[in-house]
């Protein structure tokens, strides 16, 4: 599909500024919104929206469909009269500059529950309709959701493979006695998820009204302690107990010497191909109901997928898998129709999957770092030379700033960077933004983080290390009308703002 020639920029939901200890669906994401059309962008690019778990990665969710709650904002719920001012009145002394995720739970859920009862008694018949056609529309996933966030809440300690044996095998009987036990936390969670998808769009309609396509992203794996694994054990390899018998990872690479071992249960793709892929078509139907583009995580993984065998506890010993390849994606296409993907081919990249990709007419992704850090990348890998079917980026949320970047390599490369720029490197992550605005690519992403220049105390993850990561956020103060000023002037030299946007 023919993508125009724009920019934006990657920033997810948790990171913008606010009260309530988390960036959200509220005031501040539309602000952002503003923020990005007097800066001349076209794109905004998030990470997946899914309920974290465990690390707080939104790689690693509890479900493949449902929104995360954290996102939500008060401000809508306090207009609605579900919450009164005096409920948050006093605030927690949250972190500047980042998200502590435990206190945020532990602020934010009483008081979205307090929002509930209030919804049940006081909604008006129109809004408790709307409530139930939602649930109605998305039952096919919302009923396993729901029944398995209350059943965590039961279990806050253990991954579902370790409830009753009866529940844990969803025996019918056991699943008939538990939802009408926790019926109520049921409808709570079915509530949060409205909420969400009405907060949600409001965001997004904002976004078309001021010329901005949202990107999202879906992880190409389920974790395994999420509703989907719990619900379809049949399409993942798992043993009698529920526990993994093959794990999803990557072997060394860039990030890690060991490779990274994300312990994502693999997929029986023989299986999802006897249903004709539903599962994936329905993720994808959804994605496409709340953002234009979809960023496609680990593209590589349909082509090969690294699998490790269960009990390792590093990636390096595993072998390569042969993927789905295009039976799946021509599945997706016959029920939706053509649908805008760009696919993530970072990592170990074969012939085979740049042909799967060709093939699929999918844009891929370049991303600068690696590229200047590399002392002889092939000459179809020179900035200047980039097809216009591709994403250029900076950095991803897996690297460093670009300033934490230039600061950590040696003398060497840098010297030989700032030849090849021209530049006396002083403002660095101006000099890459450029260059990475001016190249032929049709679109170009930067992460907010190397608009600003910051350094590495701003980096989103550090593959490979389970804590300490997703918490960064932006401040209010930092979004000025004289950044999106300097930001929309260097759109507009490099034919990327609005105006001059044109599909290539």
Known sequence: MPFPRAS?????????????????????????????????????QV??????????????????????????????????????????????AFPPGRVDFDAVRRFKLPLLWKSFENFQRKASGQRQE???????????????????????????????????????????????????????????????????????????????????????????FAAHDSADVWAHPDMFYLDESGSPTVMAGVPPDYFSETGQLWANPLYRWEAMAASGYA???????????????????????FEAYWEVPAGETTAIKGRWVKGPGEHLFDAIRMALGEVPIIAEDLGIITPAVVALRERLGFPGMRVLQFILGDESPPPAYHPRSFPQHCVVY????????????????????????????????????????RLALRCPAQTAVIPLQDVLGMGSEARMNRPGTPRGNWEWRVTAAQLTDELAGWLRELTEESGRSPGSARPV
């Open 8 to 44: 934006g920029i990657l920033l997810h939901l948790t990171c913008l500024p606010g009260p309530w200890g988390i960036g959200d669906l509220g005031l501040a994401a539309h602000e952002f919104v503003e923020f990005l059309w007097k800066a001349g962008q076209q794109l905004w």
């Open 47 to 92: 990470l997946p929206l899914g309920p974290t778990g465990d690390g707080n990665s939104p790689y690693q969710s509890y479900s493949a469909f449902a929104g995360n709650p954290l996102l939500l904002s008060l401000d809508p719920l306090i207009q609605e009269g579900l919450l009164a001012p005096r409920d948050v009145a006093e605030l927690p």
């Open 130 to 220: 709307e409530l139930r056609e939602f649930a109605r529309q998305h039952a096919t996933w919302l009923d396993d959701y729901a029944l398995f966030m209350a059943l965590k809440e039961e279990y806050p300690e253990s991954a579902w493979n370790q409830w009753e044996h009866t529940l844990a095998s969803r025996a019918p009987e056991a699943l008939r006695g538990w939802k009408d036990k926790l019926e109520r936390r049921c409808r709570f969670h079915t509530y949060l998820q409205y909420q969400f998808f009405r907060q949600w769009h409001s965001l997004h309609e904002h976004c078309h009204e001021r010329g901005i396509q949202l990107i999202g992203d879906i992880p190409i």
């Open 279 to 301: 599962w994936w078509i329905q993720r994808f139907q959804l994605i496409r109901e709340l953002v234009d583009i979809i960023r496609l995580d680990h593209f590589r993984g």
């Open 394 to 433: 900076t950095g991803t949320h897996d690297n460093d700033t670009t300033v934490g970047w230039f600061q950590r390599i040696s003398p060497e490369q840098r010297a030989r960077i700032l030849q090849g720029l021209g530049t006396d490197g002083a403002q660095i992550h101006v000099d890459i933004i």
